[in-house]
């Protein structure tokens, strides 16, 4: 078949119809510029009439390429989004794609909305994130018509998704904590249904023993201070550092040491998860904390985008990405 | 002019001229169910072809709506913006209109493409958004052939911008305060160059005197401590309650009153803005602090930007809307 750019009607053609100029008709149809209503309507309607599209449509149609990604999102604060959005947006932004990203706030209804939406705009592909990496999507994402790609969240067989690697986040806290000499370690965490703990429990236990203290809680500082609590108010040996599975549960676990006149880290180690910057850098002291490198994932997830926008292959699988470690003070050391 | 639907092409055209079924011209155009890539691009070039546009493109060349309305915000951790689109969401989803939010980061480069790529895709309107209500847009907003909305920031003249009554905000705290019997009550807030930490601290002259202390710094925890520490150190009338210019101040206070063994809010009640819930409900004792409501802020910027898109006046103008105090425990009572 010819490449049917040659044959599609031009917009000097469109201009003709219209009796406008070649600016007029550009402005009317690009919705640039200042064009009185009633002309823009007239070159609009002429347009349709003699088959000419505008080239950002055209090139949708034509090429499958709209050069636009949707994200879709549960998260409803964006802590954790808009930090991939950011790397999603660095790895396009120079080949001239942009994000659009819709939140679900975990609404089916406005989930369904949002992923027509975009398709209806023909993006390029959708890359779905959220709040954890066990999400269970609000849509229906199988025989979608263009690409799919996981960030921060696990997809289904045949698909790609990106994600922290947490048994390499939960190593780096436990092993610099041994590193500092520290030898009780527990590990304060969120609760046990969420993978990512899971995940940081285990490689935790594998570094300390099987029988290492692991305390599954929430995602707060009040259980972190609940969880501290009672572990300083029973018997025997106390620990001599804490691993946290997150910042606001290392918050609480120095809040309840505060109280307890033990000194971190002189007493006890605190490692914290997330580094979250307004909770790590402005904890007393500053947090020693796991970065689980989100604007990377995002990264890596827009660069799998681009090479499926390209019809490029790639593998399918959960690639797990390095975390790193950011040193405050409160492990000492 | 006779209407212009009657005259288009049909998708039925499209099938006979490609030799495929009804409802496989469907799918190929509209980018659903299982088609061939062949067929579709076949599909695709007999469509362009003859003329035809798929619905959603024609709607939006037709009625200039496209039931989409783009967000551009240039805060990176979404701390403000994911609660507005929450709110521009909900007033939009029952008349079926999705929003995509693009990331500028604060880079004019990026947000010029963003906000081209949202009017290629024929957005209806462009909502402004962003961490401050003296926002500068990092792109050119003027001349736009969409209507531009502005949500917690002001708009140039002749625009229409929703935002918090901040003086508002800090009455409802300050009076609370004297409510309780508090009478020598400091100012601790953001940087001066913020309006909104301006308007915040004039509406707290208002009520307290203009002699009152009003002590600006920086939106974290660590001035809040260190504001604390000075005012506390000093010889004279120690106050005996602290109005916050956002909650990470109040958790720096309590904490620097806390090392002065003083009690909050026996000694010292504190109030925070923001009801930042992550902050608020987690400080020991858990804030009392004004919600600036920004899903309000979003729904009803939401709303003007429905109206316009139907084409209704809206009367330009800064529209300051309530807060709401959230009461904790820290100014007792």
Redesign the interface.
Known sequence: ?KP?LH??RTLRDVAKAAGVSLSTASNAL?????VNRQTRE?V??I????????N???RG??S?R???I?MLTN?????L???M??GV?ESL?DH?I??????T?NDP??AQ??LQ??????VDGIIITGTRRDLTPAVELS?L??PVVYAFAEGPAQTISFVPDDAHGARLAVEHLRSLGRSRIVHITGPMDYLAARIRAAAYRQICGDASEVRYGAW???WG?EATQAIFSRAGDRPDAIFCGSD?IA??VI?ALRDLELSVPGDVAIAGYDNWE??AR?T?PPLTTVDMELKEVGRRAGLAMLALTRGEEIAPGVVELPCRLVIGRSCGG
């Not at 690009?30 to 200042?34: E, H, L, V």
């Open positions: 078949m049917i044959r599609r690009n919705a640039t510029g200042r007239t609009l309607q347009a349709t009439e003699i088959g000419f599209m505008p950002a449509l055209a149609l034509l499958r709209s050069f636009t949707g998260d409803t604060y964006g802590r989004t808009l930090p959005m950011a947006s932004v001239g942009s994000v659009f990203l819709c939140a706030n209804r406005r909305l949002h939406a975009l398709l209806a705009r023909q025989g018509p263009v707060t500082e009040e201070y606001e918050r609480g809040d307004v909770i402005q007393r």
